[in-house]
């Protein structure tokens, strides 16, 4: 039997405590959140690191400081990598609902930080600031 149907499973116990998650209640969230996606590289290696906005600066035309809500560990990841062997951002993409901005170049990470740890959902925030080559 193939079925293309969106189903969303739920113990008996817990039916009717939780609203249900139609795509009207998620529209209203779309617009709600500025999410980033930072394309990250290391010699040849990528790494994508995806998150909500939690502040952002331009410093000047050549550098942006972004603070982004992250996984613990995906943080702790460009930390390390970072103190290894350094960083580079190739893109930097914004997205407000179905409108996006992105910033396109080569951009050294410098100043990493690991700051407002949630320990209970394993999220912190994760600072960077990009500087243009």
Known sequence: MI???????????????????????LNVYNDSFVVATLDL??????????????????????????????????????????????????MLYMYLGDDELFFEGLYGISCPKMMDFDHQNKMCTLGVDLIKF
């Open 41 to 90: 590289s290391v010699d040849e290696s990528t790494d994508i690191i995806v998150g909500s906005v939690a502040g952002i600066s331009f410093e000047s035309s050549a550098e942006i400081k972004l603070d982004v809500r992250v996984n613990i560990d995906e943080a702790f990841r460009v930390i390390k990598k970072y103190k290894t062997a350094g960083l580079s951002c190739r």
């Open 3 to 25: 079925d293309n149907s969106d189903r969303l499973l739920m113990s008996d116990d817990i039916k009717g405590m939780i609203p249900e998650l139609e795509s009207e209640t």
